[in-house]
């Protein structure tokens, strides 16, 4: 069984900055990538961040990001940690979601990186919530 646990969520006021931690637990599999995604109350799922975990199952640049973070998030990972962050700055009120970490074991490709039927594990999510 392979466990996700989302951390670093809260309370925060727009233009400022949190870090949120994913880390991985579990069977041993082979990890294509792992991303972020979004939902807020009444939305559907978002994608917000993708990074490569083992190039050979990862086709395109090695992360991968929604157009509305861009220039603000930055997704980062630690081998050793088994451990995927997503750091976001300059964060707005359209910001706030429970945001959900996923990990992928098949091919991800540049059509399929932001498609959460694309991966196989979540987990819970953490809250982040953005005041004006």
């Known amino acids: 069984q392979v466990q996700l646990v989302e951390s670093g969520g809260g309370l925060v006021q727009a233009g400022g900055s949190l870090r949120l931690s994913c880390a991985v637990s579990?069977?041993?599999?082979?990890?294509?990538?792992m991303a972020w995604f979004r939902q807020a109350p009444g939305k559907e799922r978002e994608f917000v961040a993708a990074?490569?975990?083992?190039?050979?199952?990862?086709?395109?640049?090695?992360?991968y990001y929604a157009d509305s973070v861009t220039g603000r998030f930055s997704i980062s990972r630690d081998n050793a940690k088994n451990t995927v962050y997503l750091q976001m700055d300059r964060l707005k009120p359209e910001d706030t979601a429970t945001y959900l970490c996923?990990?992928?074991?098949?091919?991800?490709?540049?059509?399929?990186?932001?498609?959460?039927?694309?991966?196989?594990?979540w987990g819970q999510g953490t809250q982040v919530t953005v005041s004006a």
């Open positions: 996923a990990a992928g074991d098949q091919l991800l490709t540049t059509s399929t990186k932001a498609v959460s039927a694309q991966y196989e594990y």
């Open positions: 579990g069977r041993t599999f082979n990890r294509a990538g």
């Open positions: 990074i490569s975990w083992h190039s050979s199952m990862w086709i395109g640049e090695p992360t």
